[in-house]
């Protein structure tokens, strides 16, 4: 297992992949979103936090370490290689607050129904499942009544209006969009959705 997490780090500085880990436009992305949940959420005790899409896994690190132990991540992933190595680089770091990681989708019956304060949605993983409206749906659906996700996604691959017409054929509430523009190349936006319910934030 070792080798596989040697070679896991040695593929995010690879041709294919180091030339963006490393971009400004790649680091912009990372510091803005991170800076927004923390900006955007209080940690409370007991919060429960799920990102669906680990990839990297960089983000559910960064939500474990902002948890700072008084909260909970559970990651979901269908790949069963991304869950695997993830878990083991988590315990190989010695992550003080790690993952309760879930190979699974989030379209499959099982799925942890009502259980989070906050689900978290970023980057391509809305387009990595096909399915938009069925994505959002089902994030809504980990969502405790009153809880929040968090959307992050690139302006030109996941539009703008599609976040909007989907929030209008529900009962969610959008407490917040932003978009930022500082590298034309790869435009993002992030908001804020409400669940219906009693708050919990």
């Known amino acids: 297992m070792d080798e596989k997490l040697l070679n896991y780090y040695l593929e995010l500085r690879s041709p294919d992949s180091g030339e963006w880990n490393l971009s400004p436009q790649c680091l912009h992305t990372e510091l803005?979103?991170?800076?927004?949940?923390s900006k955007s959420f209080a940690v409370t005790n007991s919060l429960q936090v799920c990102n669906v899409g680990i990839g990297m896994g960089d983000w559910d690190n960064y939500l474990g370490y902002w948890l700072n132990?008084?909260?909970?991540?559970?990651?979901?992933?269908?790949?069963?290689?991304?869950?695997e190595i993830f878990e083991y680089r988590q315990r190989r770091e010695g992550h003080p607050n790690p993952s309760k990681?879930?190979?699974?989708?989030?379209?499959?019956?099982?799925?942890?129904?009502?259980?989070?304060?906050?689900?978290?949605?970023?980057?391509?993983?809305?387009?990595?499942?096909?399915?938009?409206?069925?994505?959002?749906?089902?994030?809504?659906?980990?969502?405790?009544?009153?809880?929040h996700?968090?959307?992050?996604?690139?302006?030109?691959?996941?539009?703008?209006?599609?976040?909007?017409?989907y929030i209008?054929?529900?009962?969610?509430?959008?407490?917040?969009l932003n978009t930022y523009d500082?590298?034309?190349?790869?435009?993002?936006?992030?908001?804020?959705?409400?669940?219906?319910?009693?708050?919990?934030?």
Do not use: W
Request: glycine letters at 8%; aromatic letters at 8%; proline letters at 5%.
């Open 69 to 83: 132990g008084r909260g909970t991540v559970t990651s979901i992933d269908i790949n069963k290689a991304i869950c």
């Open 168 to 176: 209008r054929s529900t009962e969610h509430q959008m407490e917040e």
């Open 101 to 147: 990681v879930l190979c699974m989708s989030i379209f499959d019956e099982g799925v942890p129904a009502a259980e989070f304060e906050i689900v978290t949605l970023i980057g391509s993983a809305i387009n990595e499942t096909g399915n938009f409206n069925k994505c959002l749906d089902s994030c809504f659906g980990l969502l405790k009544p009153g809880g």
């Open 32 to 37: 803005i979103t991170r800076d927004y949940i």
């Open 182 to 201: 500082a590298f034309p190349e790869y435009p993002f936006y992030i908001c804020k959705i409400k669940k219906p319910g009693e708050t919990t934030l």
């Open 149 to 165: 996700l968090m959307f992050m996604a690139n302006t030109r691959k996941s539009p703008v209006e599609m976040v909007e017409q």
